[in-house]
């Protein structure tokens, strides 16, 4: 086993390791420099909140819910997401329709953002397709309890979601085909 060497007195006052750090960012400073003289800058900059990241289709941010043409959600209250979820940030109060194709619904949906991780389990628990990962992710409070976010918060209409629930589908047909 090699033990640490014995540094030199030129070593021991750090100077080689000082000037390498004032040479690379000298060359930051001056490369950025050129770059924004000449119109050329090959930094990457987004002028926050004028303009806005696209993020990938695989992005994860804050869960939300598929909200159907009537203004329903297409939730049918089956408690997976919630039994899914690490943090048990999903709250679920199940009620019942006697005159309608579905047999029960939420009567109170919250999830607590300031627990979620978003980690997308819930959103794979779902067979429903009801609660999907959105591409939001500017959910800043003043209070916890701003960080709960109740049904009627969490609906989004599917019109708004085709992206997110395009890629699913897509990823439920390339794993169905490896496994056949």
Known sequence: ???????????????PMI?????????HFFRNLLG?????RRDFVVQYPEERVDYADAFRGMPCL??????????????LCEFACPT????????ELVDDNIERYPEQFDIDMSRCMFCGLCE???PEEAIVMSREVEIA????????????Q???PERLLKRRLGFLRAEYDRVHAAAE
């Open 1 to 15: 086993m090699k033990r640490a060497e014995k540094l030199t007195w030129v070593e021991r006052l750090y100077i």
């Open 19 to 27: 000037a390498q750090g004032v040479w690379v960012t000298s060359a």
């Open 36 to 40: 924004f003289i000449t119109g050329r």
């Open 66 to 79: 598929v909200q159907l043409a009537n203004g329903k959600p297409k939730c049918v209250a089956c408690g």
């Open 88 to 95: 048990d940030c999903i709250t679920i109060v199940a009620g």
């Open 124 to 126: 794979e628990a779902c």
């Open 141 to 152: 409070a003043f209070t916890r309890e701003d960080t709960l976010f109740h049904k009627e």
């Open 154 to 156: 969490l609906l989004v």
